[in-house]
């Protein structure tokens, strides 16, 4: 890339501007960044790219595992507390018995299922292979009835075998796998079968639920892995061979949990893994949770453990040819090729059929280790009416404790915010580990900082004169991610090696002032300081619609693109790395006004040491004031890790000056951070708004 010195600059050929010095665009031409156009949704196209090298993709395999941990709001991972599992109710059937579960996978929250067993024989105890079965979005779940004529009809296409495995398909599974020699939890969803206390996908839609990240998807991903924790812990289960299948909104559950979980040995999920439809439900989605990625590197995160998949008529359709190939040349990569497998059906709809549960026992079986003579083929069973399944009765009720979603969501809550208090920087160590949690959070919400093989100039060098000061003018961004950032900067006749990024919400126009540059600006100047400023996503030439964030579920909108305020702070974050690895500035200041202050908080707390000195307007923020989930200063998961001054407690040892800020009590975290890190006097804060010219005499000094 070539670099932009500050001395290249007043070399090239001035040229002339229209009457608005602050333009880099003709004022005829509309921006062309990619966020200002459609967003994403679940049902366009989700490519996945095989990295190039082994290092590559640990560390890519790092980061979306992380940024998966944080959109469920696991990021830390909450406490496992007790499970006190009741098992009861034990049904036989020819090799296999059935027993009814529940458990408390967290206070006042409890996971109901079945848990199938290989009859024993012998008298001789020994530890079996396992399944976590995850049921999917078929009506009643666990207890699902498709019907006699769907299972006639079933039957004559030869997607099932019998009319019982066509009527009760999701118990022909866990049947067949424990004849198979496996013991097998089969688990509820939330608000399905006998999990009743909170409705399926619902009581997590509302503004606190982002700003918390509390959602749906979240608890059945906490479901799961406690789940896992359940399974794994029986007496006669050999934990290190336990795999997880699930169809649709359980496939879903079960790339989940083997993206997030080192301990699955083998996963199957079936109809669910694609380029296309990412899941539909609300238990399929959160904020985050697809930015920059999709369901086939979700997958991919299980490798080189054994994954199987399974495609039907339906968004699945085309896994063989997109999905597949990139999954075994990553598979490849690890040496393990053969450890990834999908076929897909397109004779049947969305299903889990006969047909894909035999290639899924198959998988199963050469995987766990069963021995078995192969091909397998399942056999007939007898059915237990749903109702018999039931983990309730008036022996074993529903525990009078499970919580409702607004007491349970209260309580996840106070749970989370003493893991942050927890988490008070104290001193180095502690400080540390602050930053591991809550800085890999906001990286997670707004980006990392580019290296300079990733900065793009999209347009410009273009240099012109104000008056004595040297004007720059050039659109840049990140390569490949579509954004186009304008930016002016102004260079004095006689400068140094320090230049000020000025971030203000009226954008670069604010550099002027009737005509002439802006007094706060021009001190700058006569102190041989470069000012750039920038239009960060929709200020000044960067205007366009406003994002329509989703009525239903927000999740639907933030799962797939960044919220207004995190763009804009990865677009500052973007400048102070085209200041320091293009233009070679030596010394970076970085100043926020009004309502852009919080913006450049952040962005300083993602820069670091590139950035030597912050002034910034907190603009008497508060992230727990917001109120509805289409405000633009909304960022899901603020509150969560601690808002506004646990961002700014991520700057220590960084020189910064906060001013206008919401209480003397806010900034406790960020003092104590700034005490952790033996730079108390490299903090500076002020409840009052401060004047510009004290701004730049701080900034200065």
């Known amino acids: 890339?070539?670099?932009?010195?500050?001395?290249?600059?007043?070399?090239?050929?001035?040229?002339?501007?229209?009457?608005?010095?602050?333009?880099?665009?003709?004022?005829?031409?509309?921006?062309?960044?990619?966020?200002?156009?459609?967003?994403?949704?679940?049902?366009?196209?989700h490519p996945f790219k095989p990295p190039e090298s082994k290092d590559a993709w640990e560390n890519r395999r790092k980061a979306v595992r992380e940024q998966l941990l944080v959109a469920l709001g696991l990021w830390p991972m909450p406490e496992k507390t007790p499970l006190y599992p009741v098992i009861h109710g034990r049904i036989d059937r020819e090799?296999?018995?059935?027993?009814?579960?529940?458990?408390?996978?967290?206070?006042g929250h409890y996971v109901s299922g079945n848990l199938y067993r290989p009859m024993a024989t012998g008298g001789l105890a020994r530890k079996f292979p396992a399944v976590l079965f995850a049921h999917g979005h078929w009506q009643n779940g666990r207890l699902h009835d498709a019907g006699e004529a769907t299972a006639k009809k079933d039957v004559k296409d030869k997607g099932e075998g019998t009319i019982e495995s066509?009527?009760?398909?999701?118990?022909?599974?866990?049947?067949?796998?424990?004849?198979?020699?496996?013991?097998?939890?089969?688990?509820?969803?939330v608000g399905v079968a006998d999990s009743k206390a909170i409705p399926h996908a619902a009581g997590f839609a509302d503004v606190q639920g982002e700003l918390r990240l509390q959602s749906a998807m979240g608890l059945q991903a906490w479901n799961s892995i406690r789940a896992y924790d359940f399974l794994a812990d029986l007496p006669d289960v050999d934990s290190k061979r336990i795999g997880m299948t699930g169809a649709s909104g359980g496939g879903t559950q079960t790339f989940t949990l083997c993206a997030i979980d080192d301990r699955p040995a083998v996963a199957f999920p079936a109809v669910m893994v694609s380029t296309g439809m990412q899941g539909g439900c609300v238990c399929e989605n959160c904020s985050y949770l697809r930015v920059g990625t999709g369901n086939v590197e979700f997958a991919g995160l299980f490798a080189p453990k054994p994954l199987g998949m399974s495609g039907a008529n339906d968004w699945t359709k085309e896994i063989e040819t997109k999905g597949l190939p990139?999954?075994?040349?990553?598979?490849?990569?690890?040496?393990?090729?053969?450890?990834?497998m999908a076929k897909c059906f397109v004779q049947f709809g969305h299903n889990y059929n006969q047909v894909s549960r035999e290639l899924m026992y198959n998988w199963m079986n050469k995987h766990l280790r069963l021995g078995l003579t192969e091909p397998i083929a399942?056999?007939?069973?007898?059915?237990?009416?749903?109702?018999?399944?039931?983990?309730?009765?008036?022996?074993?009720?529903?525990?009078?404790?499970?919580?409702?979603?607004?007491?349970?969501?209260?309580?996840?809550?106070?749970?989370?915010?003493?893991?942050?208090?927890?988490l008070f920087p104290k001193d180095a160590v502690s400080l540390a580990e602050f930053r591991k949690v809550v800085g890999t959070a906001l990286r997670v919400m707004v980006g990392e900082f580019p290296g300079k093989e990733k900065l793009a100039l999209i347009e410009g060098p273009v240099v012109s004169t104000f008056g004595e000061d040297g004007v720059h003018k050039v659109i840049f961004g990140?390569?490949?991610?579509?954004?186009?950032?304008?930016?002016?900067?102004?260079?004095?006749?006689?400068?140094?090696?320090?230049?000020?990024?000025?971030?203000?919400?009226n954008g670069k126009a604010s550099l002027f002032e009737d005509g002439k540059v802006a007094p706060a600006v021009k001190a700058l100047l006569d102190k041989h300081i470069s000012v750039m400023a920038i239009d960060p996503l929709r200020v000044g030439e960067q205007t366009g619609p406003a994002m329509a964030v989703s009525k239903t579920y927000a999740g639907y909108t933030f799962g797939y693109n960044r919220p207004l305020l995190a763009n804009q702070v990865r677009d500052i974050v973007t400048a102070v790395a085209l200041a320091k690895d293009v233009i070679g500035a030596k010394k970076i200041l970085l100043i926020g006004w009004d309502k852009?202050?919080?913006?450049?908080?952040?962005?300083?707390?993602?820069?670091?040491?590139?950035?030597?000195?912050?002034?910034?307007?907190?603009?008497?923020?508060?992230?727990?004031?917001?109120?509805?989930?289409?405000?633009?200063?909304?960022?899901?998961?603020?509150?969560?890790?601690?808002?506004?001054?646990?961002?700014?407690?991520?700057?220590?040892?960084?020189?910064?000056?906060?001013?206008?800020?919401?209480?003397?009590?806010?900034?406790?975290?960020?003092?104590?951070?700034?005490?952790?890190?033996?730079?108390?006097?490299?903090?500076?804060?002020?409840?009052?708004?401060?004047?510009?010219?004290?701004?730049?005499?701080?900034?200065?000094?």
């Open 1 to 45: 890339m070539r670099r932009l010195s500050l001395l290249l600059i007043l070399s090239i050929p001035a040229v002339a501007f229209a009457d608005d010095p602050s333009r880099v665009r003709p004022e005829d031409k509309k921006s062309d960044d990619a966020r200002l156009g459609k967003t994403v949704t679940l049902d366009d196209y």
């Open 478 to 505: 990140r390569k490949g991610e579509g954004d186009r950032i304008p930016s002016l900067g102004l260079i004095p006749k006689e400068h140094g090696k320090t230049l000020a990024i000025w971030v203000h919400p």
């Open 596 to 701: 852009m202050g919080p913006a450049v908080v952040m962005a300083k707390a993602i820069c670091g040491d590139a950035v030597d000195r912050t002034a910034a307007d907190m603009n008497k923020f508060r992230f727990d004031a917001i109120e509805k989930t289409d405000d633009p200063m909304l960022l899901p998961g603020a509150v969560k890790y601690g808002g506004l001054p646990a961002f700014a407690a991520l700057c220590a040892p960084g020189e910064l000056f906060l001013h206008n800020h919401a209480g003397t009590s806010s900034g406790k975290i960020t003092k104590s951070a700034y005490d952790a890190a033996g730079a108390a006097d490299k903090l500076k804060r002020s409840p009052q708004p401060a004047k510009p010219a004290d701004v730049v005499d701080w900034l200065t000094k």
């Open 378 to 422: 399942e056999k007939p069973f007898v059915p237990v009416p749903p109702r018999e399944l039931s983990v309730y009765d008036a022996e074993h009720p529903m525990p009078k404790d499970f919580l409702p979603v607004a007491r349970f969501r209260a309580q996840q809550a106070e749970a989370s915010d003493k893991q942050m208090e927890a």
């Open 326 to 340: 990139e999954l075994k040349a990553l598979f490849n990569l690890l040496g393990a090729e053969e450890n990834v």
């Open 166 to 189: 066509g009527r009760y398909p999701l118990q022909a599974l866990p049947a067949m796998l424990a004849r198979m020699g496996c013991v097998v939890f089969h688990y509820d969803m």
């Open 95 to 107: 090799g296999y018995t059935i027993e009814k579960v529940f458990f408390a996978s967290t206070p």
